[in-house]
């Protein structure tokens, strides 16, 4: 089988653990071609987020036109867009290339608190992104934030939320439990034939979660196109995810909230621990 072209279109995290760092790094591990469109320039350690400098609009669009007139992509990750502009550049590359497999991670807030997209963005992300992208992977709070509903933190409250979600024009929502408590992390998956699927991982006692979300969405992406369909897509994902997770404590990458281990070279192999 050929190798598959991953497009990221998200923000640069230097720290490695976020972003399309963590996005490119996902893609190599995962068997696919890795290819990055910046939206934003942050500056980034396992501690927090100390600046952005976003990328203007017109730039993000040359990037995408440049890239796309010349290859082929198989599977796009949409993460941090920073404002409206930006969205608004990427609504018009989905548009003008037809651009397949979009999984967009809605991304809002870093792990840290600090904003990556402006509140007034969220209406764009809404009804501009939501409804062409063929995934959603939203966290509890950006759930809440898309629907304009409180934060739900139990499972059947989380479906009728993915169901929402699905109304408001999503083809398919994984809705994930990070933020939950216990001993497992279930993520929903609700697709637009009122199917549900559960995604159940061991919850890994870590503090080092930094990028969960872009490494699933990431993995995720570079994974449908080549397997049947996105319920094989996410389990091996999800899979992937939690033994990046299991290994995160063996990195030094900073002194706060550290990375995921991308631990390609024995995933790679089928050597997993
Ligand atoms: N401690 C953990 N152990 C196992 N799985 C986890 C843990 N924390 C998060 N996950 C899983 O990681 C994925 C991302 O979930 P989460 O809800 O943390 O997303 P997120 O908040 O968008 O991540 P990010 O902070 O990177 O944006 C989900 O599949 C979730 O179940
Ligand atoms: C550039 C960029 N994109 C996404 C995230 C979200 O990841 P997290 O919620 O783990 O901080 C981030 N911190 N930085």
Same mark, same amino acid.
């Given at each position: 089988?050929?190798? !598959?072209?991953? +497009?990221?279109?998200?923000?640069?995290?230097?720290?490695?653990?976020?972003?399309?760092?963590?996005?490119?790094?996902?893609?190599?591990?995962?068997?696919?071609?890795?290819?990055?469109?910046?939206?934003?320039?942050?500056?980034?350690?396992?501690?927090? #987020?100390?600046?952005?400098?976003?990328?203007?609009?017109? /730039?993000?669009?040359?990037?995408?036109?440049?890239?796309?007139?010349?290859?082929?992509?198989?599977?796009?990750?949409?993460?941090?867009?920073?404002? *409206?502009?930006?969205?608004?550049?990427?609504?018009?590359?989905?548009?003008?290339?037809?651009?397949? !497999?979009? #999984? &967009?991670?809605?991304?809002? #807030?870093?792990?840290?608190?600090?904003?990556?997209?402006?509140?007034?963005?969220?209406?764009?992300?809404?009804?501009?992104?939501?409804?062409?992208?063929? +995934?959603?992977?939203?966290?509890?709070?950006?759930?809440?934030?898309?629907?304009?509903?409180?934060?739900?933190?139990?499972?059947?409250?989380?479906?009728?939320?993915?169901?929402?979600?699905?109304? &408001?024009?999503? *083809?398919?929502?994984? +809705?994930?439990?990070?933020?939950?408590?216990?001993?497992?992390?279930?993520?929903?998956?609700?697709?637009?034939?009122?199917?549900?699927?559960? /995604?159940?991982?061991?919850?890994?006692?870590?503090?080092?979660?930094?990028?969960?979300? !872009?490494?699933?969405?990431?993995?995720?992406?570079?994974?449908?196109?080549?397997?049947?369909? /996105?319920?094989?897509?996410?389990?091996?994902?999800?899979?992937?995810? *939690?033994?990046?997770?299991?290994?995160?404590?063996?990195?030094?990458?900073?002194?706060?909230?550290?990375?995921?281990?991308? /631990?390609?070279?024995?995933?790679?192999?089928?050597?997993?621990?």
């Amino acid at each position: 089988m050929r190798t !598959c072209n991953i +497009l990221s279109i998200a923000g640069s995290d230097p720290s490695g653990g976020a972003g399309i760092q963590a996005d490119l790094k996902t893609f190599s591990a995962l068997g696919g071609y890795g290819m990055a469109v910046v939206t934003a320039l942050t500056a980034q350690s396992t501690a927090g #987020v100390a600046g952005v400098q976003e990328v203007p609009a017109e /730039f993000v669009g040359s990037q995408l036109e440049t890239l796309l007139n010349d290859a082929r992509v198989d599977a796009v990750k949409i993460g941090m867009l920073a404002n *409206t502009g930006v969205i608004r550049a990427v609504v018009k590359a989905l548009d003008a290339y037809e651009l397949p !497999c979009v #999984v &967009l991670d809605p991304v809002m #807030v870093a792990k840290s608190g600090d904003r990556l997209l402006s509140p007034d963005a969220i209406d764009a992300v809404r009804t501009e992104l939501v409804p062409r992208a063929d +995934l959603i992977t939203p966290n509890l709070p950006e759930a809440a934030e898309l629907l304009g509903e409180n934060e739900r933190h139990d499972l059947s409250s989380m479906r009728e939320q993915a169901e929402r979600l699905v109304e &408001l024009g999503a *083809t398919r929502v994984l +809705l994930k439990g990070g933020h939950l408590s216990g001993q497992s992390s279930t993520d929903l998956l609700v697709t637009p034939d009122g199917l549900t699927e559960t /995604f159940s991982a061991e919850r890994i006692a870590t503090r080092n979660t930094h990028g969960t979300g !872009c490494t699933l969405s990431s993995a995720i992406a570079t994974l449908r196109p080549q397997r049947r369909n /996105f319920s094989e897509a996410v389990r091996e994902a999800k899979d992937y995810l *939690t033994e990046a997770l299991r290994h995160a404590d063996e990195l030094d990458a900073g002194r706060g909230k550290g990375p995921v281990h991308h /631990f390609h070279r024995l995933w790679a192999a089928g050597e997993r621990a």
